[in-house]
């Protein structure tokens, strides 16, 4: 169904019109990658801070009035959250002017055997799952644990409930993991899922990214190029992967290049934190608190008046760039990837 003619819209100054909301349900996760988490003393959010589910389903609601068509979930690791079926459903289950909106979910994959049927089943569209190596050494070095047999058969759960389809994310490291490029390609080639890979941005728990460090997606694509026949898929729209049709189809691969091409004039998304602070970029050095909106009282009206309050400060870029940038305070894990 199209928005109605007069429907609300979350526009900001630069006249992007906002669509997509990422919320964290959790800034834990069973996982320590590298570039996301440090290895412990993890400064947790605490229990009263974090939003509780009513909360979190009632920002969800007032967004979705005001246009989000889409929601994601992340975190830290989202299914760690024990009610998760119950929030898709809830999601699931709101309206907005364009109808109810696309719930999809960010995962590393180790719950899926036994949520991937009742996630579906509560309403889940689509999932994306990160595997970044598929060699068990260099996964218990990657992720600090020795996980990727869950993650393999999280994977292979999600096919057998028919979630369509899987994309499978894969930060790309110099030295760690760029010879499995092809390889990465091949494993999804053949199971039916669609690789996405992301440059690594500064968002690690120790600040120690560097560019030097990082794959970048021209390489990405010179290593694919040198294995299959690329032919760019047509309609990328407001979409971050820039993505390619393998060897005639209809396997595609995406090359997420947010750090040397940023696709920030058309972002379409905001994102809320587990402890309710909306962001209006990943890089964003300001939040706006619509927990306190919501816990002093505030009512529908109020929520969206700060969200819109938080999207008129959206900066048009991330600025990585730039000689004064300064990395989020926050790692990844709490910001909500
Ligand atoms: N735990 C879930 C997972 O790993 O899929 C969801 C949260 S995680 C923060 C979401 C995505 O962000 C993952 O695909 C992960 O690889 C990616 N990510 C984390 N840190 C990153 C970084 N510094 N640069 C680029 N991508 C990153
Ligand atoms: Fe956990 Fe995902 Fe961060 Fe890895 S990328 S540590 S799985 S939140």
């Not at 402890?275 to 619509?290: H, I, W, Y």
Request: glycine share 10%.
């Amino acid at each position: 169904m199209p928005p109605a003619a007069d429907a609300p819209l979350l526009v900001d100054r630069h006249g992007r019109v906002h669509r997509d909301l990422r919320i964290s349900l959790t800034d834990r996760c069973s996982l320590r990658c590298t570039y996301c988490m440090p290895a412990a003393g993890v400064p947790w959010i605490p229990a009263h801070d974090a939003l509780t589910t009513d909360e979190l389903v009632r920002i969800a609601a007032v967004a979705v009035a005001q246009g989000i068509t889409e929601i994601r979930l992340t975190g830290g690791e989202p299914l760690l959250r024990t009610d998760v079926v119950d929030v898709v459903s809830r999601l699931a289950a709101l309206t907005g002017p364009s109808g109810r909106p696309e719930v999809s979910l960010t995962t590393n994959g180790l719950r899926l055997p036994e949520l991937a049927g009742p996630l579906a089943a509560a309403g889940l569209a689509r999932v994306n799952i990160s595997i970044d190596t598929l060699r068990r050494d260099r996964f218990r070095t990657l992720t600090r644990r020795d996980r990727l047999d869950d993650v393999l058969a999280g994977i292979a759960a999600a096919r057998a409930v028919g979630l369509s389809p899987i994309k499978l994310n894969v930060v790309a490291m110099r030295g760690v993991n760029d010879d499995e490029i092809v390889d990465l390609v091949r494993f999804a080639v053949e199971g039916g899922y669609e690789v996405r890979f992301i440059e690594q941005m500064p968002l690690d728990a120790g600040h120690v990214w560097s560019r030097v460090q990082m794959v970048t997606g021209a390489e990405v694509l010179a290593a694919l190029r040198s294995a299959f026949d690329l032919v760019e898929a047509p309609g990328r729209g407001s979409a971050p992967a820039e993505r390619w049709v393998v060897d005639g189809g209809p396997a595609t691969v995406g090359v997420i290049a947010s750090v040397t091409a940023p696709f920030c004039g058309a972002c379409d998304r905001v994102r809320l934190t587990a402890d309710g602070q909306l962001r209006s970029c990943l890089f964003a050095r300001t939040e706006t608190d619509l927990r306190t909106v919501l816990r002093t009282g505030g009512d529908d009206a109020a929520v969206a008046h700060a969200i819109r309050r938080c999207l008129a400060g959206k900066r048009p870029g991330h600025d990585i760039d730039a000689p004064g940038f300064l990395q989020p305070d926050r790692p990844m894990n709490a910001i909500g990837g």
